[in-house]
């Protein structure tokens, strides 16, 4: 299956789950994504772990100049301080519209789970056609404990035994994956 095929698929399987799927061209714009969209919602810092300093160092310069807070790390002592958790995703999966994190790390795992909104970028080379094809990689994670991986399928959602549906109670309300060009 090709690359583009893999998108259409990744694109429809998403936003079957109420995930708004954005490409993006470069970096640049996927932390103008953010910051515009903490801004909108009313939010006043963005969670960032685990990203690389020079992309810190862009993400920060707009959030300064947007008036918003930038938490990289310890964030266990900023739950409830940020609005939004922008977060790298190690693997698309194109079948189910799922993305797969290596969280390992506790402040990522704050990130995706205690935000109000989570915005992930996934590299189009990432994105895989099914979950089989992430054997190895899943394989070569696992064979170095311990491990956590998340698998995020849209936003939080849970329902009670009358079927009532309500989001966010476990996890964000929302989720927007930005597809980055690389």
Not at 92 to 110: K, P
Not at 113 to 128: D, F, I, Q
Request: glycine share 8%; net charge negative.
């Amino acid at each position: 299956m090709n690359h583009s095929r893999n998108m259409e698929i990744l694109k429809e399987r998403a936003e079957a789950v109420q995930v708004v799927v954005t490409e993006v061209p470069d970096p640049a714009q996927a932390w103008r994504y953010a910051v515009e969209l903490t801004q909108k919602q009313g939010g006043a810092a963005i969670a960032a772990p685990g990203w690389d300093p020079d992309s810190l160092a862009a993400l920060e310069k707009e959030c300064a100049q947007a008036g918003l807070g930038l938490y990289r790390q310890n964030l266990r002592d900023q739950i409830g301080g940020f609005h939004t958790g922008l977060t790298r995703a190690d693997w698309g999966i194109a079948a189910t519209g799922t993305l797969v994190l290596e969280s390992t790390s506790e402040d990522l795992r704050l990130a995706t789970m205690l935000c109000e909104t989570h915005v992930a970028v996934l590299p189009r080379s990432r994105l895989k056609p099914d979950s089989l094809s992430l054997e190895a990689e899943l394989a070569k994670l696992m064979g170095e404990p311990p491990r956590y991986l998340a698998f995020i399928t849209g936003a939080s959602r849970t329902a009670d035994i009358e079927r009532v549906l309500t989001l966010g109670v476990h996890g964000p309300l929302e989720l927007h994956l930005l597809i980055l060009e690389d």
